[in-house]
C-alpha cells in the first residue's frame, strides 16, 4: 500500500481532512459521533461491572460502587495529564507543525510511566484502609478492596490507552480510537461472567473477576493504539526518532494539567464525602447512589464525546487563528447535547424503575435508585452547558475556570447542602440528591457566562 509522509502525518491510502475547514458543525458532528462512541464504550466497562457484580448481592455492588468512585478519583487525576496533552497536541496540529506534536506525545508517555507507578504502589498497601475509612460494614469494605487493589495495579495498562487515545483524538482521528475501543470493549463483555461465576474453565472469582477483566481489556487497548500510532494508521505517526527526556514540555503539560486534574479531584472527592452522608441511610441507600452514578455517567457520555470533539476543533481553530471558528463549536456541540438530554430525561422520568431493574431488583434499592434518578434530571437538562463548554475549555488549555468552577460550586454548595438538607428538613435521603443537582445548575450558568465572555480565546498553551 503507498505510504504519504508529510512532516509526521501519514497517509495509508486515506485522506485526512483539515478539521480548521469546511462546515463547523459538519466538523463537529464527523469528530463527536465516533468520540461519543469512544467514551461510551469507555464508560461501558464500570457499567458491566457492576450489572453482573449485582447478581452477587447488595453488598458486592455496594462495595464495587465505593472502590469505583475512588478508582474515578484516580481517573480524574489521569484525565488531567491527558488533558494537557490534547490541548497541546490539538494546537500544534492546528499550526501545522507535526514534529512538536510527536515530541509532547513522547513526554506525555513518560508522564504516563510516573504516574501508573505511583498509583500501583498505592492499591497494593492502601486499598483496604481506604475502604474502611467510609465507615462501610466488613463485608462491603472486603469486596470493595478487593476489586480496588485490582484496578490500581493494572493502572499502567489504563494510562497507556487514555494516552494513545488522547494523542489519535487530539490530531483530529477519532474513528482509530473509536474501532479499538470496540474491539477491547467485547473482549470485556465477553469474558467478564466468565471470571465473575466462574462459567467453563474458569474459576469463580467474584468481584477480583470483574477488575481482572478491565485490567487485561485496557491492555489489549493499549496493544492496538501503540500499534496504530506507530505504525502509521492514525492521523499522527509517532516515532522514537531524537526521543529525550524534555522537562519543559513535561511541565507544559502538566502545567495546564494540574487545574483540570484538580478538578477531577474535587468532583471525585466531593462524591466520595457524599458516600458518608449516604452510609447512614443503609446498604441500599448505598447502592441505589452507586447505580445512579453509573447511570448517569452512560447519559453524560455523548456530552463529553462532544465536548472533546468541540475541544480538538477549537483548539485546533485557535492554532490556525481563527477564534470565531472556536467559538461557534462550542455553542453548537452544548446546543445539540441539551437536545440529547431532554430526550433522555423523558426516557428516565417514565421508565426509571426499569432502569434500575437493570442492576438490581431488590425493592428497596429499586425504590431509592428511581427516586435518585428523577431528582437527577433537573441536572440533566443544563449538563449540555455543563459538560460541553467545560470540555470546550479543558481542549483549548484554559482548565483554571473549571477547577475555580468546581471547587466553588462543589465546596460551598453541594456539600454543605448535602448536609443540612438530610438533617434539617423532611427530605431524608433525598435532599442529597437535590444538593448535587443545585450545585449543577450554578455550574451551567458559570460556564455560560465565561464562555460567552470570550476570554478563553486569548489562553495560550
Known amino acids: 500500500m503507498e505510504e504519504e509522509e508529510n512532516g509526521g502525518y501519514t497517509r495509508r491510502g486515506m485522506a485526512f481532512r483539515d478539521w480548521t475547514k469546511g462546515n463547523i ?4 458532528l464527523s469528530l463527536a459521533w465516533p468520540m461519543t462512541v469512544s467514551a461510551s464504550l469507555n ?13 452477587l448481592g447488595s453488598a458486592s455492588i455496594a462495595g464495587v460502587g465505593v472502590a469505583g468512585m475512588v478508582v474515578m478519583l484516580v481517573n480524574s487525576a489521569r484525565m488531567g495529564l491527558t488533558t494537557g496533552t490534547r490541548a497541546m497536541i490539538a494546537r500544534f496540529v492546528g499550526a501545522g507543525d507535526s514534529t512538536g506534536a510527536n515530541h509532547v506525545a513522547q513526554q506525555a508517555f513518560v508522564i504516563s510511566a510516573a504516574f501508573s507507578i505511583f498509583m500501583a504502589v498505592i492499591g497494593i498497601s492502601l486499598a483496604e484502609p481506604i475502604m474502611a475509612a467510609f465507615g462501610l460494614e466488613a463485608d ?52 467478564c461472567p466468565f471470571l465473575i461465576f466462574g462459567w467453563w474453565i474458569f474459576p469463580r472469582m467474584g468481584v477480583v473477576g470483574a477488575a481482572l477483566t478491565n485490567v487485561l481489556s485496557q491492555s489489549l487497548g493499549v496493544a492496538l493504539g501503540l500499534w496504530v500510532l506507530f505504525s502509521g494508521r ?12 524534555d522537562r519543559s514540555i513535561i511541565w507544559r503539560i502538566v ?50 464525546g462532544l465536548g472533546q470533539g468541540a475541544g480538538v ?11 470565531g471558528r472556536a467559538e461557534k463549536t462550542g455553542w453548537f456541540a452544548a446546543a445539540l447535547f441539551s437536545g440529547i438530554m431532554l430526550v433522555g430525561s423523558i426516557v428516565v422520568y417514565f421508565w426509571a424503575e426499569g432502569i434500575v431493574g437493570i442492576f438490581n431488583t431488590e425493592a428497596g434499592l429499586v425504590e431509592i435508585a428511581a427516586a435518585f434518578l428523577r431528582i437527577e434530571i433537573v441536572g440533566f437538562l443544563v449538563f449540555g452547558c455543563v459538560i460541553v463548554l467545560s470540555q470546550c475549555l479543558n481542549g483549548v488549555g484554559d482548565t483554571a475556570i473549571p477547577m475555580i468552577t468546581t471547587l466553588t460550586t462543589m465546596w460551598l454548595v453541594q456539600v454543605p447542602l448535602a448536609y443540612l438538607l438530610p438533617k434539617y428538613t423532611d427530605l431524608g435521603v ?32
Open 234 to 245: 492514525s492521523r499522527l505517526r509517532l516515532t522514537l526518532r531524537n526521543f529525550g527526556l
Open 313 to 323: 476543533l477549537a483548539g485546533q481553530n485557535l492554532g490556525a487563528n481563527q477564534p
Open 43 to 55: 464508560m461501558l466497562g464500570p457499567t458491566i461491572d457492576m450489572i453482573w457484580v449485582g447478581k
Open 255 to 304: 502545567r495546564i494539567g494540574i487545574p483540570a486534574t484538580v478538578t477531577g479531584i474535587e468532583r471525585s472527592f466531593a462524591n466520595i464525602v457524599l458516600i458518608r452522608f449516604i452510609v447512614p441511610f443503609g446498604t441500599f441507600a448505598v447502592a441505589a447512589h452507586s447505580v445512579v452514578q453509573r447511570v448517569g455517567q452512560f447519559l453524560h457520555m455523548p456530552g463529553m
Open 430 to 461: 433525598y435532599g442529597i440528591r437535590w444538593a448535587i443537582v443545585s450545585a449543577i445548575v450554578l455550574r451551567a450558568v458559570i460556564y455560560t457566562a465565561y464562555f460567552r465572555s470570550g476570554r478563553w480565546k486569548r489562553k495560550k498553551v
Open 25 to 28: 458543525f459538519h466538523n463537529l
Open 140 to 191: 462491603v469494605v472486603s469486596e470493595g478492596a478487593a476489586y480496588m487493589r485490582i484496578m490500581f495495579i493494572g493502572s499502567v495498562a489504563m494510562s497507556f490507552r487514555m494516552m494513545a487515545e488522547a494523542i489519535m483524538q487530539a490530531s483530529g482521528d477519532a474513528v482509530a480510537p473509536m474501532r479499538i475501543a470496540v474491539v477491547f470493549r467485547l473482549f470485556h463483555v465477553a469474558l
